[in-house]
């Protein structure tokens, strides 16, 4: 979307340090990101503002809390197809403004494909692209529909197939990840447009991908959609469980998840050989005291390996966060970290049993017995259809080997490692590097809870309600 007559860097900071370097033959840096990046945002300003370089910004994050940031020198916010156009045309002109801002959403069918050239796709575990903006539903704390609308715009199927074939020509076999944050926000087009043209494409280049999107539940009670994902090279999705309580369900008005049964429809959703990863919150109004217990058992029941559970936070821009304010319950902006120890408001449950009760799920589901356990059960009931599930490559081989020794030497979970890898290696091979992924993920999520524990730890307190 940027002239195509300007020289343009990439510097994906997930993947990549930082440093004045990057900056010096700079005349502007765009910077877009969202909430779990403010921080990292605000060390570039900082090094911006000391090199005097001057700093466009877009994005989630500048578009929710424009207000965080007055020394920015532009914000082109909302959606970059609405904004970008008339900022350039100023700044070409010499009298580009500070702010630019649209409430028409964009036309995704004109936006061109991102210049793939400039990543390096050795640095990454999976490529990600966009098929749709935008969701059907409504949750209470969930910010797309303000951001995107409730009405899912999507691509053309040409684009679709561009993009892979761009992503292919740049030698990438793997993993694919569809950002969209409800793939199946328009069912009808997926059915009779995209997957069959994605199924024949996977065909003719004898399968170089494997998919991940992320869906709402509803998904359950689509078999043929889910055999064509599975047609087409989907091995996992990524589904909002939220909450297992039916009052807390209703209290978010999460309407695809309400009035059903959750563990039949991740059961059934697994059983066409989609891998099930879900995520889960706890701190909703109507959550009774036993919501830990219930969690942790649905989560052991369920055999949801990646489960990812967070404390309620209110974004701005959602109802929740209106509602909040309303209540006079509202603290401060959220972290954007929703496995942190942290939330926004003041909770209607005693704050201290919250955090304990957080805390104990976390040390549950993630102890290497239970999580392990976990791992094997979800794996001894898989059986995908996918003909390729991994491709191998040299990334692979070395965190293969890293696994070993980090989680089956040096680690003492190491038993439950050993038990995991000589299982799938002479049981299951075809699952093997599955089942070393799911090693790492464990090993990660311990660590990222750990740290957040002991920062809470050293600011003096467990959880005082301070
Ligand atoms: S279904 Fe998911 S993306 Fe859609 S509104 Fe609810 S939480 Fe947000």
């Known amino acids: 979307m940027l002239p195509s007559a300007w020289e343009k860097k990439l510097v994906d900071r997930n993947v990549h340090p930082f440093s004045d370097k990057d900056l010096a033959w700079e005349d502007y840096v765009l910077i877009s990101a969202m909430s779990i990046q403010r921080e990292s945002v605000k060390t570039v300003l900082d090094r911006c503002r000391y090199l005097g370089v001057r700093v466009i910004a877009g994005g989630p994050l500048f578009t929710n809390d424009p207000e965080e940031f007055p020394d920015i020198d532009h914000l082109a916010l909302n959606e970059a197809e609405m904004t970008l156009p008339p900022f350039l045309l100023d700044l070409r002109s010499g009298h580009a403004e500070r702010r ?57 199927p040409d684009q679709i197939i561009s993009e892979l074939e761009k992503i292919l020509s740049l030698g990438w076999k793997g993993g694919v990840f569809f950002v969209d944050d409800n793939f199946i926000g328009n069912r009808t087009e997926l059915k009779t447009e995209i997957l069959p043209r994605i199924i024949a494409w996977m065909t003719m280049n004898n399968h170089p991908f494997f998919f991940l999107p992320e869906a ?17 090279g989907f091995i996992t999705v990524f589904v909002g469980i939220e909450t297992t309580h039916e009052e807390s369900l ?30 889960f919150i706890v701190g909703f109004d109507k959550d009774p005291a036993t919501i830990f217990e219930r969690m942790i058992e649905f989560i052991r029941e369920s055999r949801i390996a990646t489960a990812m559970v967070g404390l309620l936070k209110a974004p701005r821009g959602t109802k929740l966060y209106d509602c909040l304010i309303t209540e006079n319950r509202l603290m401060n902006a959220v972290s954007g970290d929703n496995t942190d120890f942290s ?7 005693n704050y201290e049993s919250l955090m304990t009760g957080y805390k104990k799920i976390i040390d549950s589901i993630y102890s290497p017995r239970n999580y392990y356990a976990r791992v094997l059960q979800f794996l001894k009931e898989y059986h995908p259809e996918q003909k390729k599930m991994f491709h191998m490559q040299w990334g692979y081989v070395k965190a293969t080997v890293k696994s070993v020794v980090v989680l089956g030497l040096l680690n003492k979970e190491r038993f439950h490692y050993w038990r995991l890898f000589f299982w799938s290696l002479f049981g299951r091979p075809r699952l093997f590097p599955l089942a070393i992924t799911f090693s790492i993920y464990g090993f990660h999520f311990r660590r990222i809870f750990e740290q957040h524990f002991r920062t809470i730890e050293n600011k003096g307190s467990t959880f005082s309600s301070s």
């Open 100 to 156: 630019y801002t649209a409430a028409p959403r964009a036309d995704i069918t004109t936006t061109p494909m991102p210049l793939w050239e400039l990543i390096e796709t050795k640095h990454y575990a999976s490529m990600n692209i966009q098929y749709s903006r935008g969701c059907p539903f409504d949750c209470e704390f969930c910010n797309i529909t303000s951001l995107f609308g409730r009405i899912p715009r999507t691509i053309r």
């Open 343 to 349: 939330i926004n408001f003041i909770p209607k449950m």
């Open 216 to 232: 709402s539940i509803n998904l359950a009670d689509d078999a043929e959609l889910i055999k064509m994902m599975v047609a087409a």
């Open 250 to 279: 209703h209290e978010c008005t999460n309407i695809p998840n309400r009035n059903r049964d959750l563990i039949t429809s991740v059961r059934k959703i697994k059983s066409f050989g989609l891998e099930v990863q879900a995520g």
